[in-house]
């Protein structure tokens, strides 16, 4: 079975690990996952990720989750622009999510990027998806 939103799949496998606490995730490689991927670490949600080749070519993303005090560093993780409905923002009226506390992940034609970062650069472009 073809999976229709693969962001989404690896933003709901993040969610369920810290839910039970596990130290790592696994969940099949994309150069898209893998530009989340790093955004997060960048930015400080998850402590790291790395690409494994399981052999018959196959590539998963091993992501390692975070946690401070027995909490995980990401209280909300959601997906904004979905295959149905994609969600496209210039630089002026792109949101702040929880008043900048928040992140915003955003694909720009410079690459994937948090939403801080693309002011700074003056670009706009698809919000995949808000953390806090």
Do not use: W
């Not at 933003?11 to 130290?23: D, E, P, W």
């Not at 018959?56 to 975070?66: S, T």
């Amino acid at each position: 079975m073809t999976m229709s939103d693969p962001l989404g799949d690896m933003l709901t496998r993040i969610r369920n690990g810290q839910a039970v606490r596990k130290t790592s995730i696994e969940c099949p490689y994309s150069r898209l996952r893998e530009s989340v991927c790093n955004v997060l670490k960048d930015e400080g949600f998850i402590r790291a990720f790395k690409a494994e080749d399981r052999g018959n070519n196959k590539k998963v993303l091993v992501i390692e989750l975070k946690y401070d005090g027995g909490q995980g560093v990401i209280r909300q993780i959601d997906r904004v622009s979905k295959p149905g409905c994609r969600i496209y923002s210039s630089v002026k009226d792109m949101p702040r999510f929880y008043n900048g506390l928040g992140i915003l992940v955003v694909s720009t034609p410079n690459g994937v990027m948090a939403d801080h970062k693309a002011r700074d650069e003056n670009v706009g472009g698809e919000i995949l998806c808000q953390v806090f």
